[in-house]
C-alpha cells in the first residue's frame, strides 16, 4: 500500500492568521477568490496581504467551465505570479489548482484535459484555504470542470495539483448559509463513504474515511440548524478535511458517477446528487465486501447495515436535504438519462459493487 500527501495542513480556529508567514518568500501573486468567500473577509485579507502585488481573480462561477480555466491560466500567464493564493469553495479552489497547473505546461488547456497522463512541469505553489466544509479540494490532486453547453465533465487528477499549503480555519465557514452548509457537508460524508467501500482503499485512507464519518454525521445537522455553533462547525470541518485526505488517495466511486447526470441535466446541487444515493449504494457495497461492515457501522454507531443507512438518511433529512429521486424532479424518463450517462468508468471502476445497467436502474427505481 501507498499513501501520498504533499500538501502542508495547518487547522484550527484563527489559524488564517498564519498567512503572512507562508507568503513571506513570495511578492507577486495571484489571489482566486469568489464574492461570498471574499466580501466577509475583504478587510482582513487586505490587512494580511498588505504590501504584495495582487492580481485579483475575482468572482468565479459555480462549477466552473473549461473556457474560465482558459481564460484564468491566460491571466496567469501574462502576470506571472510567484504563488496562487486561492479564498473560496469547490469552485474557486479547483480553478485556481488547474490554472496554476496549465500556466506551467507547453500543452494547451485542452490538450491538458484531454490527457491521460504524462511528464508534467510543477505548477506554481497554491495555498488553498477553504469557506465551506465539504470538497476537500485543499487537500486533493483532483479539480473538476464543466461544459454545460455540451452536457460534458472533465476532471484533473495530477499529483501536481496537490496544493503546496492547505490553510483549514473552521471560522470562515461561521458565515455560510445553511443549504450551503447541507450540500457541502454532504459531499465530503459521501466523498468518505466512498474512499471507505472503495477498492483503492487502504489502512490510512480508512483512518481518515473512518474518523470524518463519526465526526460528521451528528455535527452536520447542527452546523446547519445553528451556524454560530462552534462545536459543530469545527467537527464538520475536521470531517471535510479528514474525507479529503481519505478520498485524495483513493478517489471517489458510484455515488460521483451516478451524480455527474443528475448535476448535468438535471441541475441538482453536487453535495444533494452525490448524497441521494448514498444509503442504497452502501447496502450494495457491503455486500460485496462484507468484511468491512464492522468497523464502518462502529464508527456510525450502528450495529446493522440497515441501521447505518438509516441513521444516514436521518442525517441528511435533519439537514434539509432530499432522499428520494422525485423529491429532485426526476421520474422515470429521468431515470434513463441517470443509467445512460452514469458510468463514468475511472469512477465506476472504484466500486466495490459491479453495478450493471439493469442493477442500477433497479436502484435508481428504488429511490423514485
Ligand atoms: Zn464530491
New binding site residues.
Partial sequence: MSYEMPTIILFGEGCLATLPDLLAPYRKIAFFHGRASYVPNAQRMDALLQGKDILHIADIAPEPEVRHLQECTEQLQSFAPECVLALGG?SVLDIAKGAAFCAMQSTSVEGLLSASGGHFADSLPVIAIPTTA???SEVTPFA?FWNHGEKKKYSFGYRELFPAHALVDPELTYSMPPIVTACTGM??F??ACESYWNNNHNPTSDAYALEALSLMLSALPKAVEDGADASARHDVMLGSLRAGQA?SNTR?AAC?SI?YPMTLYFGVT??QA?GVTLPEVLLLDAQAMPNRIPDFCEALGASSMGEAAEKIRDMMRASGLCTRLSELGIDRAGIDIIVEHGFTPERMSNNPYAFTAESLRTMLLHLL
Fill in positions: 469547490g465539504g470538497t476537500g473538476v459531499d465530503a459521501t466523498q478520498f471517489t460521483h451524480s453536487h453535495g452525490v
